[in-house]
């Protein structure tokens, strides 16, 4: 309103003559569903067509209830029509969408499958850390080499420079033989954990399937936990792995409404942000034409 130099009940009036009406006759066969901030410590709901990128549902809160009151004012024979939902790994999402959907496979994000092995990973490095001395240099270099750990083995770096704690020159490779090698324990697990993200990237569900049952008796119970909960959702684990279906494109949608919040310093009244979220990604800009004049 300040930069253009009109009233901000004028941008409001403005604001108030978009008008969205929700199609309670239309859903897409392919949604995904995720959370965003509204505010400081409060999570809300948002759905999205997977092709169209149109935000189907913005809700304030994320509750069972919320979500279910809103769906099931589409019919049943429309809500029949999905096929598929993309979600991350957030349990009560999964039993409410097959009540409200019962057709759609649910799709867990890939990424985030990958994000629990991989903090797995890490607290397991922290806890076998932590039985070292403090001023030990097993300590100090399972400190601060910790990304190497976490690293896919098969993007490590093979160019050599100085390492001070080392005091010697040495490839990223080289640093994480002796990271490893302060320890069986988590040689045992760091092996375990790259074969897994291995067959889970190469899209190998049986060895990777059969790699947790093998090994989930043996492992660290900060394993256990994450490989359990891979069998209990096996085929939403699955899906992922089948199915060309993930939640990046909402994950790119959330990542603009925090442009939006940031631009706006936040905002009080949910009905306001849920319109600019709207206007920004529900209305499609024409795309100019360009003429060439020959002169």
């Known amino acids: 309103a300040h930069r253009l130099s009109i ?72 809500r029949n029509r999905v096929k598929v939902i993309t979600m991350d790994m957030f349990s009560p999402y999964y039993q409410l969408a097959k009540q409200l959907f019962p057709n759609a496979k649910i799709v867990l ?8 092995l991989s903090r797995a990973m890490n607290r397991v490095r922290i806890q076998i850390m932590n039985q070292f001395n403090r001023k030990s240099q097993e300590y100090r270099a399972l400190k601060r080499y910790w990304k190497l750990i976490q690293q896919d083995s098969r993007k490590l770096s093979d160019k050599r420079f100085y390492r001070p704690m080392f005091r010697m020159h040495l490839t990223n490779k080289e640093i994480l033989e002796k990271l490893l090698s302060f320890s069986e324990e988590l040689r045992q697990h760091y092996e375990l954990y790259q074969l897994l993200l291995f067959h889970f990237q190469e899209k190998n569900s049986d060895h990777f399937f059969n790699l947790i049952e093998q090994e989930l008796a043996t492992v660290n119970p900060i394993f256990q936990t994450v490989l359990k909960t891979f069998l209990k959702d096996k085929d939403k ?14 994950e790119a949608t959330n990542n603009l409404i925090k442009v939006i919040k940031r631009n706006a310093f936040g905002f009080r009244n949910f009905e306001n942000f849920k319109k600019r ?8 800009k024409e795309r100019t034409k360009f003429v060439l004049s020959r002169c």
């Open 109 to 116: 994000d890939r990424f985030h499958i990958v994000q629990h």
């Open 277 to 284: 979220v709207l206007i920004a990604l529900n209305i499609k």
């Open 7 to 78: 009233s901000t009940s004028s941008v409001m009036r403005k604001l108030n003559e978009f008008k969205f009406e929700t199609d309670w006759n239309t859903l897409p066969e392919v949604m995904s569903w995720d959370e965003y901030a509204f505010k400081k410590g409060k999570m809300s709901f948002i759905a999205q067509d997977f092709d169209s990128l149109n935000v189907i549902a913005i809700l304030d809160g994320r509750t069972q209830a919320t979500i279910r009151n809103h769906f099931l004012r589409y019919p049943r024979k429309v």
């Open 237 to 250: 684990v699955l899906n992922a792995l089948e199915l060309p279906y993930s939640n990046a494109k909402l």
